[in-house]
Each structure stands twice: as C-alpha cells, then as structure tokens.
C-alpha cells in the first residue's frame, strides 16, 4: 500500500465525519439517550437492557428475528443466484430486461402492495380461493413467521442480484480464459472461478438482506407478525402515552445488531483479496447456451420473474379493479381511479424524482469517499465511518424522523420559519436512510479493484486525487450506479421519517400521497394507481440507467 | 401641517394593521388532521368557500404521530388546529398543556350525543360529529363460509365465529379503546374482561392501525371487524359488500377540534371551529364519503332516510354514561392489559378456546357433569386477572406507566408479570379443556 495520511484525505474524512455526525448521530443520540434513563428522571443506568433481557416477549421477538433474517438470505440466495448467473454469463436475450423486472420487488409501495399481496397470496387471496375450488385445501404463504420469511426474500432479493450482478460483470474474463486453458469448465467453473472472486457483491447483498430484514418494520406488521424485534420497537415508539424506555432500548439493540453484522462480514472478508488486475470492465465472458440450455435457463427465469412480481400483477389488477372482494378477479375494470390520482399526482411525482435523485446522488459521493477512505488509506479509527453510516440501516425511521425535528425544529431561519421545515431536510433524511445501500455497493466495487492499478499510475507521476479521478471512479462505475439504482428506487418509496417530516402537501413525495389515499376505502384503487405510478417512474429510471451501464461496458469491453 | 400628516400616517397605520388583522383572520390555517382525505377535501372546499380569503393547509399523520408532532414542534410551533377522532388524544395533549382553551360561540349544538358529552368540560376541545362503534361483515365470506349474522358482542365470543374476527389493538387506536373500556363500564370489570377475553379467543388477528380492520375486511380476508361506523359506511359507499350493525352496548363517541397552544393563526383556527359547527359546515358531514353524525340535531333533516339519528333512533337511546375520568385514569393499565393479555398471547389463547368450542359441541350431543365442570373451570382459568379494578387505577400502577415517585415496579417488570400471569393460566386452562374434551366425546 502506497497510502500516506495527505491533508486532503485527512480534509475529506473529517467532513465525511461531520456530516454523519450533524445529520445521523446527533439526531438519533436525541431520542435514544432515553434508553439510558429510567423513566420519570433519575440518572444514567442499563437496568433498561436487564429488562430487556428479563422479558420473555423481547427474547422470543429477537430470536424469531435472527431466525427470519436468516432464513430470508437463503431464499433470497435461490431466488437472486440463477438470474445474476444467467444474465451476466451467457448471451441471454432480454439479459437487462431480467435485470430490470428482477429489481423491480425492492420498490414495493407502501400499504398498498401489502393489499395486494393478501390480495394474491392471503388466506382468502386468488390463489387459495382456486386452490379450495379445485383441491380442497389452502396453503398458508402468508401465516406467521414462514409469510414473513417468504415476502421478505421476494421483497429484498434484489439487493443479493444487484450486487451480485454486478460483481459478475468486474471479473476480468482472462481468469476464466485461465481456467478453460487448464481445462476446467462448466458448473466447476463458477464454483471455483467466478463465485469466490464475486463474493464481494454477493457478501454485500446478503449482509444488507441480513440487516434490512432484521429492522424492517412493514412486511411484518402487514402480516400482523408482531413478536419480532423491529415491530416491537415499532409499535412502542409509536404508540401515544405509552412513552416508556423498551422501545428505545431494543432500538439500540437494532443498531448493535447492524453494526456487528458489518463488523462480521468486514472479519469474512479480511486477508483475502478479491481484487484482478483487469482492463477496464470487460466482465465474464458471455458464452452461447445450447438449446437445450436455453429451454431451461428460460423455464427458470419465467418462473422465479413470474412469482417475484406476482405483487405488482396484483397492484396493476388492483388499480384498474372497481370492486376486489373475496374473488380471484375483481369484479370489473375502470380507468377511474388513475383519472383520480392523475390531477394531484404531478406534484408528488416531481418531488420524489427530486428527493430520490438528490439523496441517491448525497449517497454514491458518501458512500463511495467512505469505501476509498476504508479500504485505500490507513487514517486511524476510518472504519468507524463505515461504522457509523451503517447504523443507519437499523434506525427506525420514526426514530430518525422524530430526532430530526427534535434537532432542528428549534433551529429558525432568518424569516422565523424552522429549519426542519425545509424539504430539504426531507432530502437529508431519505438519503442517511439509504446511504448504507450505495455504501456496501461501493465497497464491494473497490474491493474488486486490484490496488496495482493505482499504484502504476502514482508511479506514472499521476496525483492521488488524479489517480482517483482518472483509474477509481471509472472502474468503480458499475458498482456506483448499483448503489445509486437501489438508494435511488427504494428512497422514491420511503414513507417512515418522510411522514413525520412532511410538513404541506406542495412538499410531499408520492409515498406520502399514497399513504393518504389508502386510509380510506374509496382511497384504494386510486392509491394503486398511484403506486403504479411510482413503480413505473422507478423502473424507467432504472432501464435506463441499465443501458448506460451496459453501453459504456461494451464500449470499453471490447474496443480492447 | 404637521398634525394633519400626523393623523393621516396614524390612520394609514391603523388601517394596515387592520387590514393584517383581517388577513390574519382568514389567511392560512394549518391543520395537522388524522381524517382522511375523503373527509378533508370536502370540508376544505366549503370551509373557503364560506370563509373567503382563508386557505386551509391539511397536514395527514395518523393520531399517534400527530401527537408525536405537535409535542416535537412545541418550541416553535407552526399549526394552528388539532382535528382527529380519539378523544384521549385530546387529553393528551391537554395534559401536555399543548392546546389552548376555546368556546364556541356557535349555538344549537347538543350538549350530549348518545351519553357522551360533546364537549371537553375544560373547554380545551370542541366535538362537531359522533361515531359510535360496531360490526361490520363481508357478506361475501360470510355466505361462502355459511356464517351467522351478528347482533351483540357475546355474538362473536360463539363457535361459528372461531378465527373470523379482527379488532384493532387498544393501545393502537383511540377508538377501539373507548369499546373496550364501554365494554369493561357496562359489564363491569371481571366479567367485561371475560366478554373481551371470549370474542379474543375467536380473533383472526389484532392489528396495529384502525384502518387495517376494515381493510381486511374489505378485502376479504377476515370475515368481521370491530370498527367505528363510518369506516363502514364509506366502504359501503365505495362499493365494497359490506354490512354493519350497532351492538346494544355501544357508546357514542364525539370527533374532535382544538386549538394548539400558541398557534401562529388563532383567528383562523377559530373561524374554523365556527364554520364546522356551523349548519353549512354541519351538513358536510352527511356526504357519502364522510357519514359522520352531526352535533346539531336539526341537520338530521336534511339526511337520506336511513341515516342513523341519535337523538331519536330507539337503538341509539339509553346508551351507556361513559365515565370519561374513570376510563382516563386507567388508560395505560387497559392497553398493557390487553396486549399483555390477548395480542401477545393469542396462540395459546386461540388453542384453549378452539378446544372449548369443541367440548360444547359433543356436550349438545351427550351431557356430561364432570366435562361440563372441567370446562367452566377452564373459562375461569381464562378469565383470571394479574390485577384487580382497583389495582389498575392504583397510584402504584399508574407510576409504573408514568415514571412517578410512587411506582412499585418499572413498566417491563409488569408487563412481563402479567405474561408470565396469562402464559401460565391459558396452559392451565388448555390441560382441563382436553380433559374436558376427552371426557365428553
């Protein structure tokens, strides 16, 4: 390693530091400080966590989340392997398309894709009211801890398919030229070549999977699963005149478990390198498949597609249903409800590319200076900031929202109005929620790249901050924008804090105009509507994104 | 000269600040709300129309976080109004010292609806529509499923309605609080809370938001929920196949509107208050997407024939004298209890009650003395209580929930008491009810 402590790494990390610490920290430290305290004053004490530890409920809750977390990152494994491999491995036509639709379960809106999904897959959803017509039984896909374990790998695989596919497509395809050459091949060839050296994207996927499932706080709660640790702190937090230390102490809780999971996986992946000297992207390279093959892979990619977005056929049926009631299919079809929403819905529309571009752009520029920090320099106490912006993923969003006022509420501008009034302070929120995505993105990105790169170019006499401009960031690319698609698509749909913080409807964001439609009965298929809408917005994004990727890899891939 | 310039510049003065004034009066009003958007719109519409000038900004949080915010914003608040259902809400707030005291100047207004008082005696919150509690069904799973029709509670404490039914969480939602504190005032501690624990053991799910009931329901997914009326009669009113019936034990309970505590627009806070109890702002309540009942007994003429009337609907009279002071003071304790009790316990509880289900069932073909006396002691084992009506009202409890001098045990030592109380007692009640059972058959 070449890296010395120079001013502006040193300039870099401290702003970097203080960001975290006036946006994340500080606002979270007031609201969770309350966990330290035993209620109605007194001083500092940890009788809260012996409490924490002396009640059955809290026990039970933690353990039921270890073991769903766990569960989901196998089954989110199944569901993401076969269509990263087949995508970035082989010619396979619709390969963005796949990729595309694949990413598409992770903007599922709120309450509203919850509907749908009884809708579909509930008690008395379409395919158990067919079931008991034909067969005589149901089956119970949305019952307790299994129908947690269920959504959520259909819900959060994407993170595992993004990451991983992304990962696919840096390896140099000389290792496996390599590899062929000394006559191995097939299915000996991803497991012993392009599996381990893609183990960083693949790592970053199922750890966010891991801590994602860990503290989410809807699906569980949207199948009325309440003995499990997020929803617990959920619930309490939440509830008026209740306002006692537990919720905050298992919110602390959370954040531990998130911090140790990034801790665990950073001790994984530690003395080994996954870095390949490549030349710029090329990617693995795309092999035919035989016919046969092509049945297959084709037979597998339908169905794993056919039931990932099984929720958005059910939000797309739902937006067009007039009445949906206890039938497989609604009763008849109208375009009323998108005339409804169509009139508001511009404004909303408009915020949230704003929110959403704004804070994904924050994330990749954090995220990607706090990769390079960690892994490309020796500052003392820089993992910390991988550290601290990871925390982020397990803060509750109520806790975030409600330490943001608490934080700058107080503050006025010059005309007297809050600080905390401000969209932008929206913007800020969403994007520490999401900064932990585009984080582990560009970690794995950089993990990838082997050091020797930089190390030719320094000795060429290139600047480091030249090295950086001119070798890092265009080979970290593909990881960027991964982590920008996915702070990106999941901030558009982000609805905890940003409900706290929206203070008038000019400034509200579709997930805020959604959640007001479906309070109400008449409110639901307009709130379909609208949800469609959201994904759309999302997914053309996302396509074209896709398409940058994949020209600017071909461009540099084979002009070589 | 002088003074003449004087005495013009002295009424230019007054006339801007009269004119600010008027404009303060009418300007923006700020209204954090948790009704929906059916609701607001309508109301918004007319609101600008009698008041011209005025813009009323609607803020949607659902109660809790409504509270949560106007608490959070307090050093520096920018609402003007409170408008939400929860009357406990209110007296949040109240405690809080975050809402300042109004009366409405608007006359004709009943002083009761059904035996609630419409309201705040402190004058701090004004009620402008009642909502009263009930059953509502989805005819179509109930007529795949060939269930009954309910009338009363104790309906859905019966065998038919086993894993059927869906409620809301009393901690969760204001409303579904004021039922079962009408069931424990009507019924009395004990055997209100062996009514609460039998209809529990029937319990589909316990949700943790008030709309997730009739959205359940809606959709079919659970055949009958405990919902307050309008989320009735909208979704009738957006075409879902629902029906709904008010219990005879039921209470009446009054929407609410408040000032907050220095709100930046008071006059217009207040002209608002005035326009919703006002005749106009009265009959916007009858809308279809609306259906709330009017606190002005004459706007009841104007309704469509079959709209509910408490003043003189026979089945609305006579209803229950809420104790508001009683049901205050033992607010936390009610809500622990439940959850503790029922929502965090339904597994056991369901599968003791599924059992005794069936030893009614082979007790209607074959009586047996001693199953039939095993079973009973079962229902007691059931219907235990941790604590007693007076212990729930305790200062010593009450400190537990609040953090005062007076607490015994912190809030986390109770709740894992009562528990531990529940597990043990619904596993006692499970080993009789299959004695009973295998008794019987």
Same mark, same amino acid.
């Given at each position: 390693?070449?890296?010395?402590?120079?001013?502006?790494?040193?300039?870099?990390?401290?702003?970097?530091?203080?960001?975290?610490?006036?946006?994340?920290?500080?606002?979270?430290?007031?609201?969770?400080?309350? +966990?330290?305290?035993?209620?109605?004053?007194?001083?500092?004490?940890?009788?809260?966590?012996?409490?924490?530890?002396?009640?059955?409920?809290?026990?039970?809750?933690?353990?039921?989340?270890?073991?769903?977390?766990?569960?989901?990152?196998?089954?989110?494994?199944?569901?993401?392997?076969?269509?990263?491999?087949?995508?970035?491995? &082989?010619?396979?036509?619709?390969?963005?398309?796949?990729?595309?639709?694949?990413?598409?379960?992770?903007?599922?809106? $709120?309450?509203?894709?919850?509907?749908?999904?009884?809708?579909? *897959?509930?008690?008395?959803?379409?395919?158990?009211?067919?079931?008991?017509?034909?067969?005589? &039984?149901?089956?119970?896909?949305?019952?307790?801890?299994?129908?947690?374990?269920? @959504?959520?790998?259909?819900?959060?695989?994407?993170?595992?398919?993004?990451?991983?596919?992304? +990962?696919?497509?840096?390896?140099?395809?000389?290792?496996?030229?390599?590899?062929?050459?000394?006559?191995?091949?097939?299915?000996?060839?991803?497991?012993?070549?392009?599996?381990?050296?893609?183990?960083?994207?693949?790592?970053?996927?199922?750890?966010?999977? *891991?801590?994602?499932?860990?503290?989410?706080?809807? /699906?569980? @709660?949207?199948?009325?699963?309440?003995?499990?640790?997020?929803?617990?702190?959920?619930?309490?937090?939440?509830?008026?005149?209740?306002?006692?230390?537990?919720?905050?102490?298992?919110?602390?809780?959370?954040?531990?478990?998130?911090?140790?999971?990034?801790?665990?996986?950073?001790? =994984?992946?530690?003395?080994?390198?996954?870095?390949?000297?490549?030349?710029?992207?090329?990617?693995?390279?795309?092999?035919?498949?035989?016919?046969?093959?092509?049945?297959?892979?084709?037979?597998?990619?339908?169905?794993?597609?056919?039931?990932?977005?099984?929720?958005?056929?059910?939000?797309?049926?739902?937006?067009?249903?007039?009445?949906?009631?206890?039938?497989?299919?609604?009763?008849?079809?109208?375009?009323?409800?998108? /005339?409804?929403?169509?009139?508001?819905?511009?404004?909303?529309?408009?915020?949230? @590319?704003?929110?959403?571009?704004?804070?994904?752009?924050?994330?990749?520029?954090?995220?990607?200076?706090?990769?390079?920090?960690?892994?490309?320099?020796?500052?003392?106490?820089?993992?910390?900031?991988?550290?601290?912006?990871?925390?982020?993923?397990?803060?509750?969003?109520?806790?975030?929202?409600?330490?943001?006022?608490?934080?700058?509420?107080?503050?006025?501008?010059?005309?007297? /109005?809050?600080?905390?009034?401000?969209?932008?302070?929206?913007?800020?929120?969403?994007?520490?929620?999401?900064?932990?995505?585009?984080?582990?993105?560009?970690?794995?990105?950089?993990?990838?790249?082997?050091?020797?790169?930089?190390?030719?170019?320094?000795?060429?006499?290139?600047?480091?901050?030249?090295?950086?401009?001119?070798?890092?960031?265009?080979?970290?690319?593909?990881?960027?924008?991964?982590?920008?698609?996915?702070? &990106?698509?999941?901030?558009?749909?982000?609805?905890? +804090?940003?409900?706290?913080?929206?203070?008038?409807?000019?400034?509200?964001?579709?997930?805020?105009?959604?959640?007001?439609?479906?309070?109400?009965?008449?409110?639901?298929?307009?709130?379909?509507?609208?949800?469609?809408?959201?994904?759309?917005?999302?997914?053309?994004?996302?396509?074209?994104?896709?398409?940058?990727?994949?020209?600017?890899?071909?461009?540099?891939?084979?002009?070589? | 000269?002088?003074?003449?310039?004087?005495?013009?510049?002295?009424?230019?003065?007054?006339?801007?600040?009269?004119?600010?004034?008027?404009?303060?009066?009418?300007?923006?009003?700020?209204?954090?709300?948790? *009704?929906?958007?059916?609701?607001?719109?309508?109301?918004?519409?007319?609101?600008?129309?009698?008041?011209?000038?005025?813009?009323?900004?609607?803020?949607?949080?659902?109660?809790?976080?409504?509270?949560?915010?106007?608490?959070?914003?307090?050093?520096?608040?920018?609402?003007?109004?409170f408008w939400a259902s929860a009357p406990d809400a209110f007296e949040?707030?109240?405690?809080?010292?975050?809402?300042?005291?109004y009366k409405p100047?608007a006359?004709?207004i009943a002083e009761k609806v059904g035996s609630y008082p419409v309201n705040d005696k402190?004058g701090f919150y004004s009620g402008f529509a009642a909502s009263g509690?009930?059953?509502?069904?989805?005819?179509?799973?109930?007529?795949?499923?060939?269930?009954?029709?309910?009338?009363?509670?104790?309906?859905?404490?019966?065998?038919?309605?086993?894993?059927?039914?869906?409620?809301?969480?009393?901690?969760?939602?204001?409303?579904?609080?004021l039922?079962?504190?009408?069931? @424990?005032?009507?019924?009395?501690?004990?055997?209100?809370?062996?009514?609460?624990?039998?209809?529990?053991?029937?319990?589909? !799910?316990?949700?943790?938001?008030?709309?997730?009931?009739?959205?359940? =329901?809606?959709?079919?997914?659970?055949?009958?929920?405990?919902?307050?009326?309008?989320?009735? &009669?909208?979704?009738?009113?957006?075409?879902?196949?629902?029906?709904?019936?008010?219990?005879?034990?039921?209470t009446l309970v009054p929407a609410n509107v408040a000032?907050?505590?220095?709100?930046?627009?008071? +006059?217009?806070?207040?002209?608002?208050i005035?326009?919703l109890l006002? $005749?106009?702002g009265q009959?916007?309540l009858?809308?279809?997407?609306?259906?709330r009942l009017p606190v002005r007994p004459? !706007?009841?003429?104007?309704?469509?024939?079959?709209?509910?009337?408490p003043?003189?609907?026979?089945?609305?009279?006579?209803?229950? !004298?809420f104790?508001a002071?009683?049901?205050?003071?033992?607010?936390?304790?009610?809500? /622990?209890? *439940?959850?503790?009790?029922?929502?965090?316990?339904?597994?056991?509880?369901?599968?003791?009650?599924?059992?005794?289900?069936?030893?009614?069932?082979?007790?209607?073909?074959?009586?047996?003395?001693?199953?039939?006396?095993?079973?009973?002691?079962?229902?007691?084992?059931?219907?235990?209580? $941790?604590?007693?009506?007076?212990?729930?009202?305790? $200062?010593?409890?009450?400190?537990?929930?609040?953090?005062?001098?007076?607490?015994?045990?912190?809030?986390?030592?109770?709740?894992?008491?009562?528990?531990?109380?529940?597990?043990?007692?619904?596993?006692?009640?499970?080993?009789?009810?299959?004695?009973?059972?295998?008794?019987?058959?």
């Amino acid at each position: 390693m070449t890296s010395i402590r120079s001013p502006g790494q040193i300039a870099l990390a401290l702003a970097i530091a203080l960001f975290l610490g006036v946006f994340l920290i500080v606002p979270v430290a007031t609201v969770v400080y309350v +966990a330290f305290t035993e209620k109605g004053g007194g001083g500092l004490t940890l009788v809260n966590f012996l409490d924490f530890g002396r009640t059955d409920l809290f026990v039970r809750s933690f353990w039921n989340s270890v073991y769903v977390s766990a569960m989901t990152v196998v089954w989110a494994s199944v569901l993401a392997l076969p269509l990263a491999y087949l995508t970035t491995r &082989f010619e396979f036509r619709g390969a963005m398309l796949v990729q595309t639709l694949g990413f598409l379960p992770l903007i599922m809106p $709120p309450f509203v894709g919850a509907v749908a999904m009884q809708l579909l *897959f509930g008690r008395n959803g379409s395919v158990n009211l067919l079931l008991d017509e034909w067969f005589d &039984f149901k089956i119970g896909f949305m019952e307790g801890l299994n129908g947690v374990i269920f @959504l959520q790998a259909i819900h959060y695989f994407p993170f595992i398919l993004v990451n991983l596919s992304a +990962a696919l497509r840096n390896i140099d395809r000389s290792m496996e030229e390599a590899a062929q050459n000394l006559g191995s091949h097939g299915l000996r060839l991803f497991r012993r070549i392009a599996l381990p050296l893609a183990l960083p994207g693949y790592i970053a996927g199922a750890s966010l999977v *891991f801590v994602k499932v860990f503290d989410d706080v809807a /699906t569980p @709660l949207l199948l009325n699963v309440k003995e499990m640790l997020a929803p617990q702190a959920y619930l309490r937090i939440t509830s008026i005149g209740i306002d006692d230390p537990m919720g905050y102490v298992i919110s602390v809780v959370l954040i531990l478990v998130a911090v140790a999971t990034m801790w665990a996986t950073a001790l =994984v992946m530690k003395g080994k390198d996954y870095a390949t000297t490549q030349r710029g992207g090329g990617g693995l390279a795309r092999r035919q498949l035989k016919p046969r093959e092509q049945v297959l892979a084709y037979a597998v990619v339908i169905l794993i597609l056919a039931l990932v977005l099984a929720p958005h056929v059910g939000l797309v049926l739902l937006s067009f249903a007039t009445v949906w009631s206890f039938s497989p299919l609604p009763d008849g079809y109208t375009l009323a409800h998108y /005339t409804r929403v169509l009139g508001d819905s511009s404004v909303y529309i408009k915020n949230t @590319l704003l929110y959403a571009g704004l804070a994904a752009a924050i994330d990749v520029v954090i995220g990607g200076a706090i990769a390079y920090l960690v892994l490309r320099t020796r500052l003392p106490g820089r993992q910390w900031l991988d550290w601290a912006a990871s925390t982020a993923l397990a803060v509750p969003g109520v806790v975030l929202g409600i330490g943001y006022l608490r934080a700058f509420y107080g503050v006025s501008l010059p005309d007297g /109005t809050p600080l905390a009034t401000l969209w932008i302070v929206i913007v800020l929120a969403i994007a520490i929620r999401r900064l932990p995505y585009a984080l582990r993105a560009a970690y794995a990105a950089l993990q990838q790249i082997s050091v020797s790169l930089e190390e030719a170019a320094e000795n060429l006499g290139a600047t480091k901050a030249r090295t950086v401009r001119r070798v890092v960031i265009p080979l970290m690319t593909g990881g960027l924008l991964a982590g920008f698609v996915t702070s &990106f698509a999941t901030a558009a749909v982000e609805l905890s +804090a940003v409900l706290i913080l929206v203070q008038s409807n000019s400034d509200a964001p579709l997930a805020y105009g959604l959640y007001v439609l479906m309070q109400t009965p008449a409110g639901r298929g307009a709130g379909a509507a609208l949800g469609v809408i959201a994904v759309l917005i999302v997914a053309i994004c996302m396509w074209l994104s896709q398409l940058a990727v994949d020209r600017s890899q071909r461009a540099r891939g084979m002009d070589i | 000269m002088f003074r003449r310039s004087a005495l013009v510049l002295g009424s230019a003065l007054g006339l801007v600040l009269a004119s600010g004034a008027a404009f303060a009066q009418t300007g923006k009003v700020t209204v954090v709300t948790s *009704f929906s958007k059916d609701v607001t719109d309508p109301i918004k519409k007319a609101f600008e129309k009698a008041v011209p000038g005025a813009t009323l900004e609607v803020q949607n949080r659902n109660t809790n976080a409504g509270v949560k915010f106007i608490e959070e914003t307090k050093g520096n608040n920018q609402v003007d109004l409170f408008w939400a259902s929860a009357p406990d809400a209110f007296e949040v707030l109240k405690g809080k010292k975050l809402l300042s005291a109004y009366k409405p100047k608007a006359t004709g207004i009943a002083e009761k609806v059904g035996s609630y008082p419409v309201n705040d005696k402190d004058g701090f919150y004004s009620g402008f529509a009642a909502s009263g509690y009930g059953i509502m069904w989805n005819e179509r799973y109930v007529k795949a499923n060939k269930l009954p029709t309910p009338k009363e509670w104790q309906d859905l404490a019966q065998a038919p309605y086993f894993d059927h039914v869906s409620i809301s969480a009393p901690s969760r939602s204001g409303t579904t609080h004021l039922t079962i504190e009408t069931i @424990l005032q009507g019924e009395g501690w004990d055997k209100g809370w062996r009514t609460t624990k039998d209809i529990a053991g029937n319990l589909r !799910t316990v949700t943790d938001r008030s709309f997730g009931v009739p959205e359940a =329901v809606n959709s079919g997914q659970v055949g009958y929920g405990i919902v307050i009326d309008f989320f009735a &009669f909208s979704s009738q009113g957006a075409g879902f196949p629902v029906k709904f019936v008010y219990p005879s034990v039921t209470t009446l309970v009054p929407a609410n509107v408040a000032v907050v505590a220095n709100a930046p627009n008071k +006059a217009g806070a207040e002209a608002f208050i005035e326009f919703l109890l006002s $005749p106009t702002g009265q009959e916007v309540l009858l809308e279809p997407t609306i259906r709330r009942l009017p606190v002005r007994p004459e !706007t009841y003429a104007k309704a469509p024939a079959d709209y509910p009337n408490p003043f003189k609907d026979k089945n609305l009279q006579g209803l229950l !004298t809420f104790n508001a002071e009683l049901s205050e003071g033992r607010t936390a304790a009610v809500d /622990t209890l *439940f959850d503790q009790l029922i929502t965090f316990q339904l597994e056991p509880l369901k599968a003791v009650t599924k059992v005794l289900h069936e030893v009614d069932a082979a007790l209607k073909k074959k009586d047996n003395a001693q199953a039939r006396a095993l079973a009973k002691e079962a229902r007691d084992l059931i219907a235990a209580m $941790p604590i007693t009506e007076a212990q729930a009202a305790s $200062p010593e409890i009450k400190a537990a929930f609040t953090g005062g001098k007076e607490k015994s045990s912190r809030q986390a030592e109770l709740e894992q008491q009562w528990a531990a109380f529940a597990k043990e007692k619904y596993a006692a009640a499970k080993a009789k009810a299959d004695e009973a059972l295998k008794l019987a058959r």
